[in-house]
C-alpha cells in the first residue's frame, strides 16, 4: 500500500495532493500566481488533514522535477527533500511535461500526438511529444512557436492534441484543423499515476543530490543604479 505526497510547483499553480495506491484521494492548490514559497508548507498541512494523515504517515514524496519556473522549481524540491531527508522517505522525481501527457492522454482518449507545453516567456515553450500510451516520441527541448513549426505532422494528417499552460499563447498560431487542444494543465492530482508506477518499481531519486530539470538559467534582471 503506497500513500505519496506529490508536490506540483513547475508553473504558477501550486498544488499539493494525496495519492493511494495511485489514486488521488486529496488535493489542496492555488493560482494565485508564483505564491509558492509562502503557501506550499500550509497546502501540505491542508491537504494531510482533509485525510486525517501526517507527514509521518507517507510512503514517499513525489516532485515535478520540471523544466519549468526556475524558482518555483526550486521551492517544491527544496521542500520535498526536506521532509524526505528528516523522515528518511525515499523521493520520486517526474517529469512535468510526462505527467501532463498522461493525464491529457487519459482526458481525451484518442489516437494522436501528445504535446504537453510549459510556458517559458514570449512564445518560447518547454515540450515534447508523446502518444496515447504515454511514451516519449520527441525529447524535452525549448522551442519557439512559429505558424509552421508542426506542419511535418499536420502535412500527414497527423492530429497533434496540445496541452499546459503554454498551449494556451500557441493557440492563435497554430489553426491547423489536426491541432486540438485540451483544457488540462498543471497539477499534483496529475503526479498520482506514475508516482504510483515509480514506488513500484523502487525508481527512486538521490535525496542529497537530486537538482530539478531547470533546462535554462533563471531570467534575472540587473536591477539599475540609483543617481
Known amino acids: 500500500m503506497s500513500k505519496i505526497l506529490c508536490i506540483e510547483t513547475a508553473t504558477d499553480i501550486c498544488s499539493v495532493s494525496l495519492s493511494h495506491e495511485g489514486e488521488t484521494i486529496a488535493l489542496a492548490e492555488t493560482v494565485k500566481g508564483f505564491s509558492h514559497a509562502s503557501t506550499l508548507t500550509i497546502l501540505i498541512q491542508e491537504c494531510l488533514a482533509k485525510v486525517n494523515l501526517i507527514l509521518a504517515d507517507l510512503d514517499a514524496v513525489a516532485?515535478?522535477?520540471?523544466?519549468?519556473?526556475?524558482?518555483?522549481?526550486?521551492?517544491g524540491v527544496s521542500v520535498a527533500k526536506g521532509i524526505c531527508y528528516a523522515l528518511e522517505k525515499p523521493l520520486i522525481a517526474i517529469d512535468t511535461l510526462e505527467a501532463l501527457a498522461w493525464a491529457c492522454a487519459n482526458h481525451e482518449k484518442q489516437e494522436a500526438h501528445y504535446c504537453p507545453m510549459i510556458d517559458a516567456r514570449r512564445m518560447e515553450v518547454y515540450t515534447a511529444m508523446y502518444n496515447l500510451m504515454g511514451?516519449?516520441?520527441?525529447?524535452?527541448?525549448?522551442?519557439?512557436?512559429?505558424?509552421?513549426?508542426?506542419?511535418?505532422?499536420?502535412?500527414r494528417e497527423e492530429t497533434i492534441i496540445f496541452c499546459g499552460n503554454g498551449a494556451e499563447k500557441c493557440q492563435p498560431i497554430?489553426?491547423?484543423?489536426?491541432?486540438?487542444?485540451?483544457?488540462?494543465?498543471?497539477?499534483?492530482?496529475?503526479l498520482s499515476f506514475l508516482a504510483k508506477k515509480y514506488f513500484d518499481e523502487n525508481k527512486?531519486?538521490?535525496?542529497?543530490?537530486?537538482?530539478?530539470?531547470?533546462?535554462?538559467?533563471?531570467?534575472i534582471t540587473i536591477p539599475r543604479k540609483v543617481l
Not at 520540471?66 to 518555483?72: E, M, R, V
Request: glycine share 6%; with cysteine.
Open 63 to 75: 516532485i515535478s522535477q520540471g523544466p519549468g519556473s526556475y524558482t518555483g522549481l526550486r521551492i
Open 135 to 155: 511514451e516519449e516520441e520527441q525529447g524535452v527541448n525549448a522551442l519557439i512557436v512559429e505558424e509552421n513549426v508542426f506542419d511535418d505532422f499536420f502535412l
Open 174 to 190: 497554430l489553426t491547423s484543423s489536426f491541432a486540438k487542444f485540451s483544457p488540462i494543465i498543471c497539477s499534483a492530482k496529475h
Open 204 to 219: 527512486f531519486s538521490d535525496v542529497a543530490y537530486f537538482s530539478p530539470l531547470y533546462y535554462k538559467s533563471p531570467n
